[in-house]
Structure formats: C-alpha cells, structure tokens
C-alpha cells in the first residue's frame, strides 16, 4: 500500500498544511496509508486527533513523514530538510523552481519533485491549481487586512453627522487574486478601479462590476500571464498611474510575472501623494514588490500611509487555505492514482511541465 | 329571412369588438375613454334626424318636436363630449410636446 | 353603382369603422388624440350621410337643434374645469337616455306608418334603457357635484323594491309591445325613470366612477335598441361597441379597486371603503389613492423623478426591485436620483446600504442638501416606505415634535406618489401632510409588490 | 316563431360566436383546449344547421364525402408526429384552398341557376386566392417535409413574372366577370395555380412557418369570397376571422424573427439568416432558436428549473435582474435552483460573488455535485452566458481538451434553454454540443435584455 | 339596399374581431393556433354542402361531384384540424395536469 | 467674539479628536474663533496646518486651549486635567457620567458640563447624536477586525478546489452598532444572525436581511434602551443563546443598557463549544463586557477562539470617526448659538438631559 507522508512546515508564519482531515479521508478512501507529523496542522485548525479520525497515522518526527512513498508538503523543503529525502519517493509542493537555490539537491536525492506552481492555467488542470486556489485567498485577504487598518469606512453612508464617501480602492493586476479583491473591496461598499496589461482583464474587471483603469500599454505574454515590460514601457506605465494612485485611498497591489521579478507599478512619490491614512497592501512583496518601500512580513508607514508586505496573505487565512490547498493536491494526486500507485504517464500535459526533478535529473529549465 | 337577424349579426360582432377594443386600455386612461365614448353614443342623433326627416310636409306634429329636442340633447352631447375629451387627453401628451 | 340605400349603409359602415379605430385609438396614450379626431370624423360621416339620405328634412328644425347643441356643447365643454369632468360626463350621458326616450316617444307617437310588432320590442327596449340612464345619470351627476349627498342612501328591502318596478317596467313593456297602446308605453318610460333614481341612491360617493361608466354602457345599448327599431347600422353598431366597451371598461375599473360589479350596484359598499382606508387610526381627512399602474403611467411620462426611500423599502426589502424599476425607466429615457435622508431607516447610512446591495451606482444617489432644490423642478417624487423624513409638519409647523430638522422637500414637486401600506405614521408617531395634498397619489401596499406590479406592467 | 331562414342565419351566426370563442380562447394556454372544443361545437353547429335546411341533399354523396373526411381526417392526425405539425398544416391548408376552387368551379359549372354579376366577382376572389392557396401549400408542404429542399429558389427577374401573372389572371377574372364565360374562369384557376406555385419557390426553409401562418389566412379569405357568392354569414364571418387572424399572426411571427412580412414575401432573405447565425465561426449544423417570451412560456409552465449561471451573466451584470425574474417565478410556484460549477466566470467563486450580490438566498445555490443528479428531474434548465461548463464533450469526448472535467449535466434536463450572443465559444474555445440538441432552445441576446424582457413580459 | 352590403358589413365587423383576438397571443400558441384557423376554413364545407344540395333529383352533375370533391378535402381538414390541435395543446397541460 | 478651544486628548489609544477642519471652518463661518491644541488632530489624520489654513489658531499647550469659553473634547477632562478647568466655561464631552469619578470636581471648577451621551434619541436630536455616530462606527470596525483575524472566508465560494461555507455571523444587541455590524457583515457574504431583548428590534434585523433569533424574553426599557433583565432571565438566555453560539463563527456583542453593567451573554462555555479559529469581538467590554473572558483593549485566546476587547472601537477608525463626532458637536453648539453666543434656553429637551453640572451644582442624577 502506498504510504502519503504529511510533515510539518517549518518556514516561520506558514500555518497551511497540505493535508486536512477532509483530504486525508479521500486519501483512505482511495486505500492509501496518510502520516501526518504530530502538530503539522495545528496553526490551521486540525488537531492531530482529527487526523487520527479519519484514519492517519500520527508520526512524531519528520523523518518519519518524508520516509514515506509520496509526500505532501506546502513549501519544498528548506535546507534542513533536505537530509529526510528519500530516494524513489514522491513530492508534492510549492517548489519556487524560478528562485529555489536548492534544486539540485533536490534532484541529487534521487526524489520526484511536482512544483505545483508548473502545470498549465488550462481548464481541465484547475482543481489541482493551488496557485489560483491560494492567489484567490490572498486577494480577498489583502482587503480585509486593508479595510482592519484603513482609519474610514469602505462604503458611503450618508448619516445625520454628515456624509462619509466611500473608499476609493485600486487594484494593480487582474489576475486571481486581483479579481477576488475587487469583488471583496466591491462587496464592502468601495468604489474600485483595476489595472491590468492584459487585454482580457478589462471585460473580467467590468464582469465585477468594477472600472477598468485604460492604459495603453500591452503586456501579453504566454498561457494566459503577462510579460516583463522594458524599463520605459513601466516608467510611462508609473507616470500614468501615478495620479491614479494619489487619488485613491486603498491600493491592493498584485501584479506579477512567473519566474520574474515583479513589476515596481508604485513610486515612492506615488505613495506620498496618497493622503493619510492610505493603506497599500503588496501581495508581490515576495518577487520584489509593486511597491516602492515595500517590507516582506512588514507593515511600514510612509508618509502617512501604511504599506503592508505579504508575500504569504495565504498563511493568515489558513484554516481555509489549506482546505482549499489540500484538496487541489488531492485532485492532483487522485488524477495519477491507478490502483493505489502513481501512474506519471497519465495527465501528461500536466505532469510534464510540473516535474521539476526525477531519477537524479533536473528536469526544470530545460526547455 | 328578417332584415332584423341582420342587425342582429351586426349587433354580437359589434359587441365583440367593443369588448375587444378596449382591453389593455391604461387606468390613467379610464376617464377620456368613457368621455369618448359619451361622445359616441351622441350618435343616436342619427335616429333623431331620420325621425324629424320622415314626417309628412305641412305642420310638425308633436313628434316631430320630440325629435328635434332629442337632436338637441345628442347634438350638446356630440359636441361638448369630444370637445371635452380633446381638453383632457391635451394633459396626457408625451414630454417634449409641452 | 350601387343602389342609393347601399351607398348610404356603406357609408354608415365607414363611420362606423372610424368609432371602432377611435375607441382602439383611447387605448394607449399615444395614439389617443388621433382616436378622438377619428371619432369626430366618424360623426360627421354619420350625420352628413343622414342628412342626405334624408327625404323630407325639416331644415330649419334641424339647423336651430344642431347650432344650439354645437353652442351649448362646446359652450359647457370650454368652462368645465377639469375637477368636475366626472360630472360633465354623468350629465352627458343623461342627454343621451333622454334622446333615446325622446326618439322613442317621437316614434310612438308618430302619426305616419306606426310601427310594426318587432319594431315595438325594439323601442320598448330602447325607451326603458334611456329612462333608466337619464334619471340615474341625473342622480349620479347630482351625486358628483355635491348637489346631492355622496352618502349611500340604503333603506331595508329596497333591492326588493327594485325587482317589482323592474318587473311593472316589463310588464308595461310587453303589454304596449301586444297592443301598441301609446299609455303604456309613457307608464313604462315613467316608471323606468323612477327605477333609475332607486338603483342608483344606494350607491356611495366613492363607486360613482364606476357608475358612470356603466351609465355609459347603458346609453350605447338603448342607441343600439334605437338603431333596431330604425334598422340603421351605424346606431347598432355604435351602440354596441360604446354597450359593450362600457360595461368591460366598468368591470375593469371595479377590478382595480378589487371590488365586484355586483357589490358596487347592490351598493351600500362604497361606505365601508372609506372606513378601510382610515382604519389604521391616522385622520379622517380624505386622500388620493391609485393603483401601480396609475403611478406607472406617470413615472414613464415624466422628465424628471426622484425615488425617497424610506424605512418601509428596508422593511419589505424592495431594493433590488427598485433598482431594476429606475432601471427600466432610465431605459425609457426619464431622468431618475435618489434622494437620502440621513436619518431614514433605523441607523446611520441604512438607505445606502439597502441602494448599494442593489448596485445602485454612487452616483444617482444624492443626500438631502445636494438634491432639496432640485425637488421644485421635479415631475414627479416617489416616496417608497418613508414618512417622518419627508414630512412638512418639521418645516412649518412649529408645534409638530420635529420642527426644524430639515427635511427632504418632496412636497415641492409637481406630483408626489407615496407607496406605502396603509395610513399609518412613521417612527416618530406623526401624521404627515404630504398624503393629503392635493397633487398627492397614495399607492397602498407592500413596497415590494407595489414596485414588481409596476416592473410587470412596464411596456 | 322567426321564419325558417331567419333560424338558421341565426344558428350559423351562433356557429360563428362559438368560432370566435375558439379563436379568443387559443390566446392562453389555460383556455386554449376549451377554445378548440368551441371550435368543434362550431362546425358542427354550422354543419348541421346546413344539413337541417338543405333542400335536396344528396345523402348518400354527402355521407360518402362526410365517412371519408373524417376517416383520412382523423387517421392522419392520430398517426403524424409531433415534429411534422407544420407539414401537415401546411398540407391541410392545400385541401382548403382545393375546396374553394372546387365549389367556385362547382357553382359557375352548375346547369341551374347560372351565377348573377355580382357573384361572379366573389366566386372569381374566392376561386383565384382558392388556387394560389392550394399550390403555394403543396409547395410548402413539400419543403417542410424536405420532398423538395429547402433552399430557397431565386431567378432573375421573378417578381416582374409575379407580377404579369397576377394581372393576366386577374384579366382573366375580369373577363369571367364580363362574359360569363366558363374558359376564362378555368384559364384564370390554372394561371393562379401557377403563381402560388412561383410565389412560394423562392422563398427559404426558415421562413416556412410564416408563409404558413399567410397562407392560412388566404384560405379564409377564400371561405369568406365562397361566403359571399352564397350569401352565407358563417362562411363570411368564419372566413374574415381566420383571413385577419392569420394576416396578424404572420406579422407577428415577422416581428418575433425581426423581419418584415415583405422582405419574407419577397424571398431570398431565409439564406441570409442562415449565414447570420453561424456568422460568428461556430459550426455550419442547424440550432433551434426562440425568443424571450418563448423562453418565458416553457419557464412558466414547468414544475422544477434550474438556473446555471455563467461568465456571460457576470459580463452582462444581469444577476439581479435574475433574481428578480426567479422570484417571480417562485411566485408562481415554479421551484427554482442555481446550479454553480466550481469554474464557472474567471475567478474562484464568480458565480457566488455575482447571486451574492443580488441577495440570492445561499439556500437557493447548489454546487455541482449536490445538483448534478437532479437534472434528468428537472423541465427546463436555463444556461445564461455559460458554455464551458455545461459542454458535454468534457463526458462524452475523449478527443475534446476538457474531457474528463466535470460538467453540469444540463443535457440531461427535459428542455434546455441558452441564452447567449452569439454561436462563439466560451474560454476553452470549444464548439458545444448542447446547443444542437433537439431538446435545446438557443435565445440570443445579451443575458441581461432577455431576462429584462422576461420579467416585462411575466403576467 | 342590396344584400351584399350587408354582407360587406358583417366582413368588415369580422375582420377586427379576427384581428383583435388574435392580438396578445403567446408565441407558444402560435402553432396550435394556425392549426384551429385551419380546421376554421375547413368552414367551406358548408358551401359545398350547400351547392350539392341544390341539384335537382335525378343524374347528378359535375358541378355535384366537384362540390362532393370539396366536401372531402373539407371534411379531411375539418377533422385532421382539430384533431391534431388537440393533441398539440395536450403538450401545454398545465402542471399538476399531467 | 466666543472663543472654542479644542485641547488634544491625553487618554491613551484615544486618537479622536472633537474638531476637524471641516467643523472648524464652519465654526468660523459663525464668527467664532478656535483654538486648537498642537498635534490634537494627528492621530485622526488633521495636522496642525490642515486647521490653521481654515482660520484656528494653534496653541502650544492645554492650559490655553482649556483656557477659552467654549470647551470641545472626545472625553472629559481626566484627573490631571482639571486643574485647567475655567468657572464660567462651557464643556462638551462623552463624560460617562454613571462611571465617572470626578463629576462632583467637575462641578466644583463651576464649569458647565454638557455629556454628549445623555440627549435624548429622539427623531430632531439625531443631528448631535454622538452616540448614533460613534456606534456605527464600532459596529462596522467590529466586523472588520473580525473578518481580519478569522482565519476563513467570511462569503460562501464553489471553487474548483471544493466549496468553502459562508461565515455564520451572530450578532448580539441589535441597537445602532449592532445594526451596523449586521449590514456590513451581511455585505461581505456572511450568514448573519442577531438577537435583542427588544421587540422592535425584529423588524429592524430582517430589514437588513438578517435573520432574528427569536427568545422569549423581552425587556424593553425607557426611550428606546434596554432594561437590565434579573438574574433568572440572564439565565434562560444564556442557555438560550449557548447553542446559536456554537454554530457560529464570528460573535459580534454590542448589547448595553446606558448606566448599567452589560449584559453577560457569551459564556466561557459556550466560547469553549465554538470551533478553531472562531472571532469574538466584544464592544461592551467598557462596562463590563458581553463576552466572558473578554478584556479591554486586548485579545486573548481562549480554546482556539479569538475574543477581542475594544470599548474604543471609534478611535481605530479615528479619521471618519473624529469627522462625525465633531460634526454631530458642531450641530449641538450650531443649534444653541445666538448671535454669537450660547444661549442654553433653546432646545430644552435636549439640553436638559445633557448637562451634568452647571454653576457650581451637579444635576446629573437629580431626577
Ligand atoms: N437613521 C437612524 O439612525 C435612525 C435610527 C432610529 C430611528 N430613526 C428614525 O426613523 C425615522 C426614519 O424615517 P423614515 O421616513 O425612513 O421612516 P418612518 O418615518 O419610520 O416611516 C416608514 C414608513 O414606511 C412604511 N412601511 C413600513 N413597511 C412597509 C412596507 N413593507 N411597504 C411599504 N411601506 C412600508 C410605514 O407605513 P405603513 O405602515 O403605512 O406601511 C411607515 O410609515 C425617523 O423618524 C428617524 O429619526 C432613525
Ligand atoms: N473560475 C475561474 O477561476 C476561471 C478563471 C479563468 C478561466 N476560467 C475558465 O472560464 C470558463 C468558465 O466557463 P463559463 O461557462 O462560465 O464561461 P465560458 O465558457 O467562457 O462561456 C461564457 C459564454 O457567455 C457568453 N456571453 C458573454 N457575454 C455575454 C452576455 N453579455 N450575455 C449573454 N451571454 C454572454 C459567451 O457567448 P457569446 O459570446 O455567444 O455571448 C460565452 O460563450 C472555463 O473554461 C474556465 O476554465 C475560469
Ligand atoms: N484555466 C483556468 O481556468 C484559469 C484559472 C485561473 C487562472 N487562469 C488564468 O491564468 C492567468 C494568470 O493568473 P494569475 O492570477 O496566476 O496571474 P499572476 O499571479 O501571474 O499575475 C497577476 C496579474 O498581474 C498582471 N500583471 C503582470 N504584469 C503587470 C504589469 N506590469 N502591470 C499590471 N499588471 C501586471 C498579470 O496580467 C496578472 O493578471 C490569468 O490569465 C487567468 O485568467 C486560468
Ligand atoms: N431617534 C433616532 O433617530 C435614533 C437614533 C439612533 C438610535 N435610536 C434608538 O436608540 C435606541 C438605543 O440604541 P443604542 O444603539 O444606543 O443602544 P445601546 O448601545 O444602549 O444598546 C445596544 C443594544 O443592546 C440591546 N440590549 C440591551 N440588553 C440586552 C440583552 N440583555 N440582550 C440582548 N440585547 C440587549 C439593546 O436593546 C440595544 O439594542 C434604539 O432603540 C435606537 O433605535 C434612535
């Protein structure tokens, strides 16, 4: 029987886990065996009894959770880690094959490495995509933490102490998790405009009933993402935002390119016209930020405005989260399962280019 | 055959599309309609003319008088009843027309 | 060619035709003053083709008759305000039961070709009919200008009463009708009269429309009975159409004012209407009510409307409909704002929360000092489930408990449509003097309702 | 006691009320099988009433006739399908026109009582419009059935060839009138016989249901022109009701399809729409498409729907006109459901933002794997602006891009609706087989127009 | 006054009434409905009917046998008309009906 | 010319502050002069400039800004400040009058004191009703805070990575903060439940589409308030409600009676039966709290729930806050200034309730 390993993360602030008792008991019912390290689920709100409920198995160390057949993870493993990699198995997770220093060793280990950030933004892949699952997550996040922070109302109320407006909120790309902050900041009540460089994002952005900021820049690139700009596309790019930017009251900053370094859409300069107490949140802070001034895991006040760097919102919604990541993962893995094993001939379009190392080789880049 | 089942053919189809005329009609319309039809029934100075016109030359006999007052109340009926009806549709003309 | 006569019935047949298209044409509002121009066309055909037909016509009678209905006609017409054109009309239709019993009477009592058996059914049914419209248009025009009482006057066993006159009336009739005795026939007519002024007492102020447009109805019949005996083909046709017009046009209204034509002619009803609309415990004073549609017809014709929304549109949770109704209306190009008091509903900014979860977009939504002037050169306010917020008594009336908040001016606009479920005051327990202008509609009911029944009659 | 005459004018003019009856009842579905009954009372009304006064039947012929008829009559009814009605309207309409010119020939053929001026004008009208009729019908019943094809069959200068024809037959009609002169009358039935045939080539399978609907209202034009020559009212009043009917029927089905009745006649447009509607690149095989208030009807009458939202709902904001219009089917008693698949829109959860936003109950919005067993119970599922997630290619398809996605199963449903712009193809750029199944009514229209025009059609 | 006017008369009343009751049919019935106007021509076999019996007794003539013709094709439509009629409204049973 | 001054605030996390420039300017408009303390405006986002640009003069110190006839404050004086207290000089201010210590110092300084939170609720007072706007306030920044720290959506979504439920909200106390709450949980997806003691309050939850949890216990007090319930019935109701809390996610407590202890209607019970991650955020914990185990100004863990105690929700919205306190004070100086001057004889049902103390004498709790 094959054995589904689920160790703890120890990246500081991941509370996700990439297995929850909902997903360890499609796990059973597929008559596989599920470990999951003692506290893995914890910072999500899975005790290790209702693992034990459904029918895991509770290990106590890590070593015992990656000494299984397939391993779940949500982040691939740190340095630290890599010694509990065993040869033949099978893992799951976000690998960030782009930035990952570690992937050699990864591939030196002899293990299968699926980054879940690799297969292809196709239909039929979409209950396996964590990233949209995780990007949808931090969208709507990043307006919570927004709207906790923001000294005003979202919504216009017009009361007998006199008139409140609504909040204006701008969205900087329209992807997943743009898309699902406009229709959070919308559903409070703001007034939310949306920029994006790809041409289908303007009928999306309308679709949520929201006003799509027209910049003539294009930026279309392949499988539905963007592409870099040159250096004066996105200086004319800022300029064109930049009293955009000044007239709004809440800036959710999401813009993003695979395996490139973010786009720098928010001046400094931006950031101080806006007027006190602005809030921006940068959900790109991890590849370098749309924000100037930007912190990862920091929130820094600027001129009267608070910047918020995220690059892991996700973490701060875990019990959802890893719901959601978990059950992404199962799709995944019970797309592959034949009989209890993994079949990686199956599903090609998406395993191929989610394998980032099998058999000792380094798969990733090689195209 | 009797001249009268004619009338009576030309008297069910009428009620038919008296009945059918006025379906749909809009409320705000109610009040004009029943002035317009007033106005209408002031057709039966029609039977009025005929009945003064049928009488013999020389003097006019009672009926005759008869008639000529009942034209005289069809008459006011026909005239003021449209007259009437044009004041109040002039209220509901479309905006622009004002 | 065709004969003389046929000319002549053809013609009839056009005028004719030009009543049908008329009466189509009072249907919509567009097409109404077309209608009634088809309508006089008509006549004129009518009456030109009889006077050449016509083979002995006593000119000058006819020309002194003629110029002195035109003048009395028109005369009447011009002064008439507009308030008293349900009287006008009960008056008219007077005149016409008594042409009809006049012609009746001349036809009788004519001392050439007396009529034949089938003509006398013919002329009792139309003499009987025309007495019965002219006393009770009387009665009914009496009614309206307060000549008479609008007071139902009801006396036990008087639908009995009815019964045996109706039955004399028939009695008479047919007896006249065997025997051709002319005082038999002049007992029917008086007796008919009679009948009309005892059917038509019982009836309260409130039901006289509807009265009058059976009135109306009646006095197609006894044109078409006139028609039957002068086998003519425009009085038949006419006097059906304008009969049977007439009565579904009654039933129409009866049914609008959710009443049965039975209950409006047993009478006695319009009474317990009254008490109905008071019962909620506000003031005795009288008001204007009308239906979703009424309010309809004139939203879609106006230039300008603003919507005040109020606890009541919270409370029956109406804004989604709302929206979709301004919706609809903005479509049909009629400028449409909301106006927001800031202390309508139950808590700070409740209006726009209820307009926002709508998606009413910010920018038709005004607060009470942007839009208060704009209230002067608006066509027409609809006050959806608010009351204190709007209320006159805050600006003039110094003893009122809210004297001096401001307040939004709806009063101001050219016509007010209150929608809301009864007379029934607000939060701060007042009675409002908006309902009872006179440029005031009060539409009854749930918000909601009120608002989809509109939606669904939107053409 | 009326004479013997004036009974049966009076019985067919009663045959003609139920008539109009049966005609007024077919307008709602609620009357509309009492109306057909009405229909039957009808004729057999009128047919006994002829029988009853008939002077010299010729029973044995009559009943031969009579057996006949009704044997063929009913044996083809009971036996055709459903899918077939048009044809067989059509081909009954032949019959009806084959009638008239059969009884026309009859009459001018008799060896008594030769026919007066004036009936040779009504039996030439009844005879002429009795022959294009009949051959415009056959031609039309051999397209629907597909004996002959559909597409329509344009030549140079085939209006100007109408055209002579037409006044070559009515040449020879004038010249009947003139000179009574059998040869004449028989030239001018084969000529008319022609041009029905020339009239209809060239017109295209499309428009097949209105040259129906036309048709039928010349075959009662030809019943009222017989009615004429035999100064029989049943056959007047019978033959102008089902003439203007159908005249109005077939500019109503113009409007519906955004034709006018002249382009229609003149032909050659039905390959125009064709092309229109697979303009947008999508496959060249045939959809059925109707309109709003066709998709009202089969809504309204269904027991259980369900509502499957889609990116084009979001595109078109059209969810709180939605909503509005599922409450009011609620309101009828109508079970309402929403089906949401998990991809469905472009973000995680579109759909749930988009009904949220309308206040859609959560209790209302089933997931896909809660609701895909209940599709093969539900009558009418709707699809607004969704395609991806309804394409059945994705179960049934190995080859298709999406296969192994799950779907909602809407093809499952017992008729399905889809409202769309166009023919495009949704996200994944597929061709979707739903939209060519028989049981799929294809509305096109931006999602919000047809729910509006839905809700403004509810009553 | 001769006949025909009136009949003329009766046409024309005929004719609105067709027209307005057919105004506000639903697009649904259109089917049903052009299928009960057909079986309405069918009407025309009181004319046939009528010109049989108005031959004199003995042979009869073409003119019969054309009208029995005319008879039949009525006959057929009269019956397939409402017949089929009938089974396309079994289609709109109302629910709870079926 | 009156002069109105407006010292800064002293108490800590207070960052309100009793006039903007808005109110300012149409102070000036009534030919009143201002003084505004330095820096009093900063934490609600008006800078000293902001005020002078509109005609205020900016005072370096209390003493100055106490020192004009005319006092305008978020919270009376504390013990330190009384020393700058004038005879003669008129006091705006929330004076929690039932708690207060030093009311009867208050009085001795011969100030007149007006306590802006004892107008009576009436229809023509909701102008100066600082309570109406305040409470709004903490009502919409309780359902903020919450939905930031519930580590789930608060909306229902069908994704493609499995369907995640709507948060169920129970909202306690359905008065102008609970009201608010309600409106802005429902916006953002949540199922909402609330809960009075009072009859009217039915009507008025399902008129935000919530739904009402229906107990019979009633307990309509005086003017639209509450009255406190016996023992017994707290009781009944407890128990009564222990089970709705449990099913829900996020409790939102705004129950108070004006004077009077709150209300304990969440018990460490019931916050023990409610799952992972559950938010409660009590508004009441100011007068002793809704929720047990709540404590002022701090959140605390209690079996995996998040209570959080904020009596001063008002001040962490402080821009829009500060803008309709001072707007609903300068409606209530507004409407008792005659040419110039106060004359305290309009509006005698207003004013009447509202003053504490007045020329040496202390009226509150005289009737
Ligand atoms: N904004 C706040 O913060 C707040 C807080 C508490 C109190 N208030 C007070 O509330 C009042 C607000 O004024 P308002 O004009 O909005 O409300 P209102 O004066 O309370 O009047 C609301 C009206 O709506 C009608 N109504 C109730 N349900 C209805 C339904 N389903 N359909 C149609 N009509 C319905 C009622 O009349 P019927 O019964 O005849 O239908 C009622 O007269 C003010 O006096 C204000 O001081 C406000
Ligand atoms: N959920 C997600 O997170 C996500 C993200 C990205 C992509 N996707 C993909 O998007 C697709 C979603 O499927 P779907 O069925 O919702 O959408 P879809 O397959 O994209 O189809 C939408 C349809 O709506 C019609 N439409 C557009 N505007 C309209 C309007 N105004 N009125 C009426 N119809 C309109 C279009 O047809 P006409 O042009 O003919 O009107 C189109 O075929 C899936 O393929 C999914 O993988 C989903
Ligand atoms: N097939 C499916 O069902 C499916 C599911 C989810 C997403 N998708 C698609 O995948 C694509 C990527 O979505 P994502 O959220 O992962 O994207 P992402 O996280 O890579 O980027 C976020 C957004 O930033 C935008 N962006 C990049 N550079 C920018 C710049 N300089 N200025 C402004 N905006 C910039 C991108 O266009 C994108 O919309 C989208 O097209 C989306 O529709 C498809
Ligand atoms: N006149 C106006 O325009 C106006 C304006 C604002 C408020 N008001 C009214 O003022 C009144 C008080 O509002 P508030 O928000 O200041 O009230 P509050 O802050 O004193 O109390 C909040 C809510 O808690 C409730 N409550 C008290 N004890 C409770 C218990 N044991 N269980 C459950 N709930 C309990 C109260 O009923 C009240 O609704 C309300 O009636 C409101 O409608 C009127």
Redesign the interface.
Same mark, same amino acid.
């Given at each position: 029987m094959m054995r589904i390993g689920v160790p703890r993360e120890i990246v500081a602030g991941e509370?996700r886990v990439a297995a929850t008792p909902?997903t360890v008991k499609r796990f059973v019912g597929l008559d596989l065996a599920v470990c999951v390290e003692s506290g893995a689920g914890l910072a999500?709100?899975c005790?290790d009894a209702d693992y034990a409920k459904v029918g895991a198995t509770i290990v106590g160390s890590p070593a015992e959770a990656y000494a299984c057949d397939l391993v779940l993870k949500i982040r691939a493993p740190e340095a630290q880690e890599i010694g509990y990699l065993r040869a033949g198995s099978v893992l799951f997770a976000l690998a960030d094959p782009w930035r990952n220093p570690l992937l050699e060793q990864y591939a030196a280990s002899g293990i299968r490495l699926m980054a879940l950030e690799l297969p292809p933004r196709?239909?039929?892949a979409?209950?396996m995509?964590?990233l949209?699952?995780q990007a949808?997550?931090a969208g /709507?996040g990043a307006v919570?933490?927004a +709207? *906790?922070r923001?000294?005003? /109302?979202f919504?216009?109320?017009?009361? +007998? *102490?006199?008139?409140?407006k609504?909040a204006r909120v701008l969205v900087l790309g329209a992807g997943?998790a743009g898309?699902?902050a406009i229709?959070?900041a919308r559903?409070?009540?703001a007034?939310v405009e949306a920029f994006d460089v790809r041409a289908a994002a303007r009928?999306?952005v309308?679709?949520?009933?929201a006003r799509f900021v027209a910049v003539d820049i294009s930026a279309e690139g392949q499988g539905g993402y963007a592409k870099v700009l040159d250096e004066s596309d996105m200086e004319r790019l800022r300029a064109a935002l930049l009293p955009k930017i000044a007239a709004s009251d809440v800036v959710i900053a999401t813009a993003q390119v695979p395996g490139k370094p973010a786009p720098k859409l928010v001046s400094a300069e931006a950031v101080a016209a806006m007027?006190?107490?602005s809030v921006l949140v940068d959900l790109a802070v991890g590849t370098g930020g749309n924000v100037e001034g930007a912190k990862q895991g920091e929130t820094v006040t600027a001129n009267?405005a608070v910047i918020i760097g995220e690059s892991n919102m996700p973490a701060?919604?875990?019990?959802?989260a890893s719901?959601?990541?978990a059950?992404?993962i199962f799709?995944f893995v019970a797309a592959l399962t034949v009989n209890g094993r993994l079949d990686f001939g199956r599903e090609p379009e998406i395993v191929g280019p989610a394998t980032v190392c099998r058999d000792g080789e380094l798969l990733f880049g090689r195209t | 055959m009797e001249p009268w089942v004619v009338n009576v053919a030309i008297f069910v189809l009428a009620v038919f599309v008296g009945d059918h005329v006025i379906r749909g009609v809009t409320p705000a319309l109610h009040t004009p309609l029943m002035s317009l039809t007033n106005a209408l029934s002031g057709i039966i100075i029609v039977g009025a003319l005929l009945e003064i016109a049928s009488v013999e030359g020389g003097d006019l006999p009672l009926s005759a008088w008869l008639a000529a007052l009942a034209a005289l109340a069809a008459a006011i009926n026909i005239f003021g009843g449209f007259l009437v009806t044009q004041r109040m549709l002039a209220m509901y003309k479309k905006r622009g027309e004002r | 060619m065709p004969a003389a006569g046929s000319m002549a019935f053809l013609a009839y047949l056009g005028g004719a035709v030009l009543f049908i298209l008329a009466l189509k044409g009072l249907t919509t509002p567009a097409t109404s003053r077309r209608g009634n121009w088809l309508g006089m066309i008509g006549m004129g055909v009518a009456v030109g083709t009889t006077l050449l037909v016509a083979q002995r016509p006593a000119w000058a009678l006819l020309a002194v008759a003629l110029a002195a209905g035109a003048v009395i006609g028109t005369g009447v017409a011009r002064r008439v305000q507009m308030t008293q054109m349900p009287e006008l009309v009960a008056a008219m239709h007077a005149l016409v039961g008594l042409a009809a019993v006049l012609i009746a009477a001349a036809i009788v009592l004519r001392p050439h070709d007396a009529p034949t058996t089938a003509q006398r059914i013919e002329l009792f049914l139309g003499a009987a009919i025309g007495a019965v419209t002219f006393s009770a248009s009387v009665i009914a025009w009496a009614k309206l200008s307060a000549k008479l009482s609008g007071k139902p006057l009801a006396f036990a066993g008087q639908h009995w009463l009815n019964l045996l006159l109706a039955l004399t009336v028939l009695g008479c009739g047919v007896t006249y009708w065997l025997t051709d005795s002319a005082p038999f026939f002049m007992a029917m007519v008086a007796l008919a009269t009679l009948l009309g002024i005892l059917l038509i007492m019982p009836i309260g102020g409130a039901d006289m429309p509807v009265v009058v447009s059976l009135l109306n109805s009646y006095s197609g019949w006894a044109a078409a009975g006139i028609g039957f005996s002068l086998d003519n083909p425009i009085l038949i046709i006419a006097g059906a159409c304008v009969g049977a017009s007439g009565a579904i046009l009654s039933m129409i209204m009866c049914r609008a004012m959710n009443r049965s034509l039975v209950s409006v002619l047993l009478g006695g009803f319009g009474a317990a209407q009254g008490e109905a609309a008071t019962a909620a415990g506000a003031s005795q004073r009288p008001v204007k009510s009308g239906s979703p549609e009424d309010a309809l017809f004139l939203l879609k014709n106006a230039e300008r409307v603003i919507v005040v929304p109020g606890y009541g549109l919270a409370v029956s949770r109406a804004q989604h409909a709302l929206q979709e109704f301004a919706e609809l209306l903005r479509a049909g190009g009629v400028d449409v704002k909301y106006a927001?008091?800031?202390?309508a509903g139950r808590m700070?900014?409740h209006?726009?929360?209820l307009l926002?979860e709508a998606?009413v977009p910010?920018d038709q939504?005004f607060?009470?000092e942007e839009i208060n002037n704009d209230f002067a050169q608006t066509d027409v306010v609809i006050v959806l489930g608010a009351n204190d917020v709007v209320n006159p008594a805050a600006r003039n009336n110094p003893e009122s408990p809210i004297y001096g908040m401001p307040i939004l001016e709806a009063h101001r606009a050219r016509t007010v449509i209150v929608v809301k479920r009864s007379m029934a005051a607000g939060y701060a327990g007042l009675d409002n003097d908006l309902f009872y202008l006179d440029k005031t509609m009060m539409v009854f009911g749930d918000a909601k309702k009120v608002i989809e029944e509109m939606v669904k009659n939107f053409h």
């Open positions: 509370a909902d999500a709100g005790a196709i239909t039929r979409q209950t995509d964590v949209s699952s949808n997550v /709507y919570m933490l +709207a *906790a923001y000294p005003r /109302y919504p216009l109320l017009m009361t +007998a *102490a006199g008139t409140v609504a997943v898309l699902q229709s959070a559903r409070m009540g007034m009928e999306q309308e679709s949520l009933g007027r006190f107490g009267g701060r919604y875990a019990a959802d719901e959601l990541f059950r992404n799709n | - | 927001i008091h800031p202390v700070p900014g209006m726009n929360v926002a998606e910010y939504v607060e009470q």
